[in-house]
T-cell receptor
Framework: GEDVEQSLFLSVREGDSSVINCTYT??????LYWYKQEPGAGLQLLTY?????DMKQDQRLTVLLNKKDKHLSLRIADTQTGDSAIYFC????????????FGAGTRLAVHP | NAGVTQTPKFQVLKTGQSMTLQCAQD?????MYWYRQDPGMGLRLIYY???????DKGEVPNGYNVSRLNKREFSLRLESAAPSQTSVYFC????????????FGPGTRLTVL
């Protein structure tokens, strides 16, 4: 079945780049997403990539997609303390309606 | 313009009690969703409503019922709460087409004793 996997924790120093990785199983996924969840809040869409793209850049965020390996990554340049949050990878699934399959989330901790 | 609102924010129930979680949106989107979030497991879809008047089961529907009251409102009911339903519940909405960005409410933290 469909599955999305992520590492659970990442710790980086302020100013460094963060790279959060994700693997997925559904090769028919149309879109892949990165959501951010700050403490006590709901999820907020950060960025997304269409499955026929390899890379998307949006200010400090770079998304890389390797369709062959079903691997998605999110790079945050110049990581700040305000980037501390849980980051969820999600794939859109086919099968009659648009639904999202979420990974377990990667908790990013940014330290001075 | 609040987007997606959920009530209550927190709730403690005893095993066997019932309650309804409310979700309302002001974005005029067609599709609405209920998820639960448990530590280390990400979000799992409980039920969804593709459009007003329709509801369907998601990945983990057992122990829950839903009502799409109108286009704005989608409620989740626990008829007889169990400790395994202790979780954070999120309502989300999306347009029914396109890249399916989902907008999330702030969540309801439910504890069942």
């Amino acid at each position: 079945g469909e599955d999305v996997e992520q590492s659970l924790f990442l710790s980086v120093r302020e100013g460094d780049s963060s790279v959060i990785n994700c693997t997925y199983t559904d090769s028919s996924s149309t879109y892949l997403y990165w959501y951010k969840q700050e403490p006590g809040a709901g999820l907020q869409l950060l960025t997304y990539i269409f499955s026929n793209m390899d890379m998307k850049q949006d200010q400090r965020l770079t998304v890389l997609l390797n369709k062959k390996d079903k691997h998605l990554s999110l790079r945050i340049a110049d990581t700040q303390t305000g980037d501390s949050a849980i980051y969820f990878c999600a794939e859109s699934s086919t099968g009659g309606y648009n639904k999202l399959i979420f990974g377990a989330g990667t908790r990013l901790a940014v330290h001075p | 313009n609040a987007g997606v609102t959920q009530t209550p924010k927190f709730q403690v129930l005893k095993t066997g009690q019932s309650m309804t979680l409310q979700c309302a949106q002001d974005m005029n989107h067609n599709s609405m969703y209920w998820y639960r979030q448990d530590p280390g497991m990400g979000l799992r879809l409980i039920y969804y409503s593709a459009s007003e008047g329709t509801t369907d089961k998601g990945e983990v529907p057992n122990g829950y019922n839903v009502s799409r009251l109108n286009k704005r409102e989608f409620s989740l009911r626990l008829e007889s709460a169990a400790p395994s339903q202790t979780s954070v519940y999120f309502c989300a909405i999306s347009e029914s087409s396109g890249y399916n960005e989902q907008f999330f409410g702030p969540g309801t933290r439910l504890t069942v004793l």
